[in-house]
């Protein structure tokens, strides 16, 4: 056995990658990076090993060339304009082996400069790819999908093209229903890439529904509802991914408790009397401005609740050990949105500054920012359609 001496020689120069180890020890997102620190091929091997490929299998580097293909394909038709996919470097969108990307990215110097930042871009797609790929949530997709919205079919009816939301009870009927199947694959990798933790967070939007009344306080009464039959209540609400830019509660309790009596006695749906008082909340209320959302464009006004529910699988009884006894199917939590909007706040989400258009080129801007980084984006500025690459 190999003696063990305190030592710090090294085989080469006797350096510390300053950028790197800050960002290890201070927190610094892998999506803000703009370099790597690997040596040569074998450290990529290691780097690729620890991220959680085993390259002795087959299928390893097939599953690592499909993921940078997609990467290379979702630069060129999200982040560039069309026709100029030919910025992208040969070596970075055609390697002999897609590992070599990890040393790409990790090379500075003047003449290794761009194929270094767009080695980066790249693999920080890929890195997005990956974890959609082995995210154990998406892989029970089916099942979420259809728990979720067999406990919201029990409170949203429908009647023709007309939609209610009840708790068996009180019965509010609504102007538009939209339920949120799934996000596709390019819009959840949109989304995570420009995150400001990058992979650290789940997507919430996956499923959801958007519930739109004729008034605010119809949203209010909705909450009341959605709470009564139980799909909301302070267990299940993610406390801080709720957002709510529609409803002052403190003036919306004054003029409720001043139209009470009058709801109660309304032998009809009183959509008169609710636009009376929402009429007066306009003048009350205090706008509401609690958003974490930076893409969220001026004049969006909703309530949204992110609600955890508890999924059930089958396990896998391949898992199961011999003799041993499954007693309970397998859950976890799963988060999902509902959204509450009135008429007026709805038709502004239509067109303009908070439309669902213009807040995905607020994604793309962002999400092409963090993937390109300063540098990658002051190169791209300064080429033209007829300039010859290297």
Known sequence: MTELRASLKSGGRFSLNWSYLNAIANGVSAIDL?????????????????????????AAPAIIARAHREAVEFIACTFLEPGR??????????????????????LRGHNVDVRRMWSCA???????????DNNLKLRHFHAIREQVFATLDEVIRHDGDRHFLTDGEVCLPMLHYERKDNKGRKSILLKLLQKAAYLAADIFDH???????????????????????????????????????????EAAKQIFNKYRAQIEHSDDYPL??????????????????RCDNPHSGSGFNSI????????????DQANVGAGAEQEYDVGFFFEYEIQLMD??????????????????RRQVDTARARVFGRELSRWIEGQHPMQIRN
């Open 34 to 58: 703009g370099a790597l620190a690997l040596r040569n091929l074998h450290d990529a091997r290691q780097f690729v090993r620890e991220y959680g490929f085993d390259l002795e299998q087959p």
């Open 85 to 106: 996919a030919d910025l992208i470097p040969d070596e970075v969108s055609h390697p002999d082996d897609p590992l070599q990307l990890l040393v790409y990215a990790s």
């Open 122 to 132: 790249v693999l920080k797609v890929m890195h997005g790819i990956f974890y959609i």
């Open 207 to 249: 499923l959801g529904v958007r519930l739109v009344f004729a008034t605010r306080f119809e949203c209010l009464l909705a909450l009341r509802t959605l709470q009564r039959a139980h799909l909301l209540s302070v267990t299940n609400v993610d406390a801080e991914r709720t957002r709510n830019t529609l409803l002052d509660l």
């Open 272 to 289: 008169a009397l609710l636009q009376t008082m929402d009429a007066e909340l306009a003048e009350l209320a205090q706008p509401q401005t």
């Open 304 to 315: 949204q609740v992110t609600v955890r529910k508890m999924i059930h699988v089958q396990p």
């Open 343 to 360: 008429q007026a706040s709805y038709a502004r989400s239509l067109a303009g500054p908070a439309s669902h258009d213009a807040y995905k």
